[in-house]
Protein backbone atom coordinates (compact mmCIF):
# COMPACT_ATOMS: atom_id res chain seq x y z
CA UNK A 1 0.00 0.00 0.00
CA UNK A 2 1.29 3.44 -0.75
CA UNK A 3 1.94 6.07 2.12
CA UNK A 4 2.13 9.96 2.42
CA UNK A 5 4.10 11.26 4.80
CA UNK A 6 3.94 15.12 5.68
CA UNK A 7 6.35 15.66 8.83
CA UNK A 8 5.63 19.15 9.48
CA UNK A 9 2.23 18.93 11.32
CA UNK A 10 2.75 23.19 11.09
CA UNK A 11 4.37 25.81 9.83
CA UNK A 12 4.52 29.53 10.38
CA UNK A 13 5.51 32.12 7.44
CA UNK A 14 5.53 35.79 7.47
CA UNK A 15 3.60 37.55 4.31
CA UNK A 16 5.50 37.99 1.16
CA UNK A 17 7.89 35.47 1.86
CA UNK A 18 8.55 32.19 0.94
CA UNK A 19 8.10 28.75 2.67
CA UNK A 20 8.25 25.04 1.85
CA UNK A 21 5.83 22.46 2.94
CA UNK A 22 7.60 18.76 2.68
CA UNK A 23 5.99 15.93 1.31
CA UNK A 24 7.73 12.24 1.10
CA UNK A 25 5.90 8.68 -0.10
CA UNK A 26 6.43 5.26 -0.92
CA UNK A 27 5.33 3.18 -3.71
CA UNK A 28 6.23 0.41 -6.09
CA UNK A 29 4.42 1.88 -8.88
CA UNK A 30 6.28 3.28 -11.59
CA UNK A 31 3.43 5.64 -13.09
CA UNK A 32 1.22 7.68 -10.96
CA UNK A 33 0.04 11.10 -9.81
CA UNK A 34 0.92 13.62 -6.92
CA UNK A 35 -1.63 16.65 -5.55
CA UNK A 36 -1.34 19.11 -3.41
CA UNK A 37 -4.38 20.07 -2.06
CA UNK A 38 -5.64 23.05 0.51
CA UNK A 39 -8.29 23.03 2.75
CA UNK A 40 -9.16 26.41 3.91
CA UNK A 41 -10.76 26.84 7.75
CA UNK A 42 -14.22 27.08 5.76
CA UNK A 43 -13.17 22.92 4.98
CA UNK A 44 -13.68 23.15 1.04
CA UNK A 45 -10.73 20.63 -0.42
CA UNK A 46 -8.94 22.76 -3.23
CA UNK A 47 -6.01 21.43 -5.76
CA UNK A 48 -3.63 23.60 -5.49
CA UNK A 49 -1.16 21.76 -8.35
CA UNK A 50 -0.38 18.33 -9.51
CA UNK A 51 2.64 16.36 -10.98
CA UNK A 52 2.56 13.75 -13.30
CA UNK A 53 5.60 11.17 -12.26
CA UNK A 54 6.19 10.61 -15.77
CA UNK A 55 7.02 14.06 -16.56
CA UNK A 56 10.23 15.02 -15.02
CA UNK A 57 9.55 18.81 -15.40
CA UNK A 58 8.55 20.13 -12.20
CA UNK A 59 5.03 21.98 -12.12
CA UNK A 60 4.13 25.35 -11.46
CA UNK A 61 0.76 27.30 -10.93
CA UNK A 62 1.48 30.98 -10.53
CA UNK A 63 3.09 31.10 -6.62
CA UNK A 64 2.85 27.44 -6.25
CA UNK A 65 5.72 25.54 -7.70
CA UNK A 66 6.86 21.55 -6.47
CA UNK A 67 10.07 20.16 -6.34
CA UNK A 68 9.37 16.38 -7.56
CA UNK A 69 12.36 13.99 -6.80
CA UNK A 70 10.73 10.98 -7.99
CA UNK A 71 14.03 8.79 -7.11
CA UNK A 72 14.16 10.12 -3.70
CA UNK A 73 9.68 10.00 -3.13
CA UNK A 74 9.66 13.66 -2.55
CA UNK A 75 7.36 16.14 -3.30
CA UNK A 76 7.69 19.07 -2.18
CA UNK A 77 5.38 22.29 -2.67
CA UNK A 78 6.63 26.50 -2.74
CA UNK A 79 5.07 28.97 -1.91
CA UNK A 80 6.10 31.88 -3.09
CA UNK A 81 4.91 35.73 -1.80
CA UNK A 82 2.77 34.51 0.77
CA UNK A 83 -0.62 36.32 1.78
CA UNK A 84 -2.58 36.10 3.92
CA UNK A 85 -5.69 33.95 1.95
CA UNK A 86 -3.05 30.89 1.70
CA UNK A 87 -3.50 30.34 5.31
CA UNK A 88 -5.34 26.81 5.82
CA UNK A 89 -3.83 23.15 6.00
CA UNK A 90 -2.35 21.68 3.34
CA UNK A 91 -2.42 18.05 1.91
CA UNK A 92 -0.05 16.10 0.01
CA UNK A 93 -1.63 13.28 -1.40
CA UNK A 94 -0.82 10.32 -3.92
CA UNK A 95 -3.49 8.87 -6.99
CA UNK A 96 -3.52 6.21 -9.42
CA UNK A 97 -3.86 3.37 -7.52
CA UNK A 98 -6.88 1.23 -7.10
CA UNK A 99 -7.21 2.82 -3.11
CA UNK A 100 -8.51 6.06 -4.34
CA UNK A 101 -6.10 8.96 -3.09
CA UNK A 102 -3.55 8.66 -0.31
CA UNK A 103 -3.06 11.37 1.94
CA UNK A 104 -0.74 12.64 4.22
CA UNK A 105 -1.86 13.73 7.87
CA UNK A 106 -1.25 17.71 6.84
CA UNK A 107 0.53 20.31 7.56
CA UNK A 108 -0.91 23.65 8.96
CA UNK A 109 0.22 26.81 7.41
CA UNK A 110 0.31 29.77 9.40
CA UNK A 111 0.84 32.95 7.91
CA UNK A 112 1.81 35.79 9.98
CA UNK A 113 0.81 39.98 8.74
CA UNK B 1 -20.71 25.10 -14.13
CA UNK B 2 -21.76 24.32 -10.73
CA UNK B 3 -18.82 22.07 -7.90
CA UNK B 4 -19.92 18.76 -6.13
CA UNK B 5 -22.64 19.35 -3.54
CA UNK B 6 -23.34 17.55 -0.49
CA UNK B 7 -26.23 16.92 1.60
CA UNK B 8 -27.02 17.40 4.48
CA UNK B 9 -24.47 19.72 5.31
CA UNK B 10 -24.80 19.22 9.27
CA UNK B 11 -26.11 15.79 10.62
CA UNK B 12 -26.19 14.84 14.31
CA UNK B 13 -27.57 11.23 15.34
CA UNK B 14 -27.33 8.99 18.02
CA UNK B 15 -25.64 5.34 18.35
CA UNK B 16 -27.19 2.66 16.83
CA UNK B 17 -28.98 4.59 14.35
CA UNK B 18 -28.28 4.51 10.71
CA UNK B 19 -26.90 7.73 8.24
CA UNK B 20 -27.64 8.71 4.54
CA UNK B 21 -25.14 11.24 3.20
CA UNK B 22 -25.82 12.20 -0.73
CA UNK B 23 -23.41 13.59 -3.43
CA UNK B 24 -23.78 15.18 -6.44
CA UNK B 25 -20.57 15.49 -8.91
CA UNK B 26 -19.91 18.38 -11.27
CA UNK B 27 -22.13 18.01 -14.48
CA UNK B 28 -19.97 15.59 -16.70
CA UNK B 29 -17.85 13.58 -13.77
CA UNK B 30 -18.95 9.74 -13.80
CA UNK B 31 -17.05 9.14 -11.35
CA UNK B 32 -17.39 9.45 -7.57
CA UNK B 33 -15.30 8.82 -4.63
CA UNK B 34 -15.95 9.22 -0.62
CA UNK B 35 -13.49 9.85 1.83
CA UNK B 36 -13.41 10.06 5.68
CA UNK B 37 -11.85 12.82 7.72
CA UNK B 38 -11.37 12.50 11.31
CA UNK B 39 -8.69 14.80 13.59
CA UNK B 40 -7.02 11.45 14.32
CA UNK B 41 -6.84 9.31 11.32
CA UNK B 42 -6.67 12.31 9.00
CA UNK B 43 -8.23 11.55 5.29
CA UNK B 44 -9.08 8.07 4.31
CA UNK B 45 -10.53 6.22 1.32
CA UNK B 46 -14.17 5.06 2.13
CA UNK B 47 -14.86 4.18 -1.63
CA UNK B 48 -15.10 4.57 -5.10
CA UNK B 49 -18.48 4.59 -7.59
CA UNK B 50 -18.09 4.96 -11.68
CA UNK B 51 -20.42 4.42 -14.24
CA UNK B 52 -22.67 2.45 -11.14
CA UNK B 53 -20.40 0.07 -10.29
CA UNK B 54 -17.87 0.40 -6.71
CA UNK B 55 -14.87 -0.14 -8.43
CA UNK B 56 -12.57 0.39 -5.36
CA UNK B 57 -13.04 0.16 -1.56
CA UNK B 58 -10.85 1.06 1.42
CA UNK B 59 -10.52 -0.57 4.98
CA UNK B 60 -13.99 0.18 6.31
CA UNK B 61 -16.48 -2.35 8.24
CA UNK B 62 -19.32 -3.13 6.31
CA UNK B 63 -21.58 -0.61 8.26
CA UNK B 64 -20.31 1.89 5.29
CA UNK B 65 -22.12 1.36 1.69
CA UNK B 66 -22.65 3.03 -1.00
CA UNK B 67 -24.14 3.12 -4.15
CA UNK B 68 -24.19 5.38 -7.45
CA UNK B 69 -27.37 5.82 -9.60
CA UNK B 70 -27.76 6.70 -13.38
CA UNK B 71 -27.28 9.94 -13.53
CA UNK B 72 -23.50 9.97 -11.59
CA UNK B 73 -25.26 11.34 -8.11
CA UNK B 74 -23.97 8.65 -5.18
CA UNK B 75 -25.27 8.07 -1.52
CA UNK B 76 -23.55 6.88 0.90
CA UNK B 77 -25.02 4.69 4.01
CA UNK B 78 -23.86 4.07 7.27
CA UNK B 79 -25.76 1.78 9.48
CA UNK B 80 -25.43 0.88 13.44
CA UNK B 81 -23.64 4.10 14.04
CA UNK B 82 -20.63 4.28 16.27
CA UNK B 83 -19.39 7.18 18.51
CA UNK B 84 -16.38 6.40 16.48
CA UNK B 85 -18.19 7.50 12.85
CA UNK B 86 -18.17 11.00 13.95
CA UNK B 87 -16.58 12.90 11.17
CA UNK B 88 -16.25 15.19 7.99
CA UNK B 89 -17.45 13.43 5.32
CA UNK B 90 -15.82 14.11 1.74
CA UNK B 91 -17.19 13.29 -1.77
CA UNK B 92 -15.00 14.04 -4.94
CA UNK B 93 -15.65 14.01 -8.44
CA UNK B 94 -13.74 13.30 -11.44
CA UNK B 95 -14.00 12.33 -15.31
CA UNK B 96 -12.29 9.24 -14.88
CA UNK B 97 -11.78 6.52 -12.57
CA UNK B 98 -9.02 6.71 -10.37
CA UNK B 99 -5.88 5.06 -12.03
CA UNK B 100 -7.05 5.76 -15.74
CA UNK B 101 -5.07 9.37 -16.69
CA UNK B 102 -6.81 11.98 -14.91
CA UNK B 103 -7.12 11.60 -11.45
CA UNK B 104 -8.38 15.00 -10.68
CA UNK B 105 -11.00 15.12 -7.59
CA UNK B 106 -12.85 18.15 -7.25
CA UNK B 107 -14.56 17.89 -3.64
CA UNK B 108 -17.44 19.12 -1.95
CA UNK B 109 -17.75 20.94 0.75
CA UNK B 110 -18.38 17.58 3.41
CA UNK B 111 -21.12 16.65 5.58
CA UNK B 112 -20.08 17.11 9.37
CA UNK B 113 -21.46 13.64 10.75
CA UNK B 114 -21.75 13.65 14.61
CA UNK B 115 -22.83 10.60 16.56
CA UNK B 116 -24.09 11.12 20.19
Known amino acids: AQTVTQSQPEMSVQEAETVTLSCTYD???????LFWYKQPPSRQMILVIRQEAYKQQNATENRFSVNFQKAAKSFSLKISDSQLGDAAMYFC??????????FGKGTHLIIQP | KAGVTQTPRYLIKTRGQQVTLSCSPI?????VSWYQQTPGQGLQFLFE???????NKGNFPGRFSGRQFSNSRSEMNVSTLELGDSALYLCASSLAPDGLGNNEQFFGPGTRLTVL
Open chain 2, 27 to 31: SGHRS
Open chain 1, 27 to 33: TSESDYY
Open chain 1, 93 to 102: AYGGGADGLT
Open chain 2, 49 to 55: YFSETQR
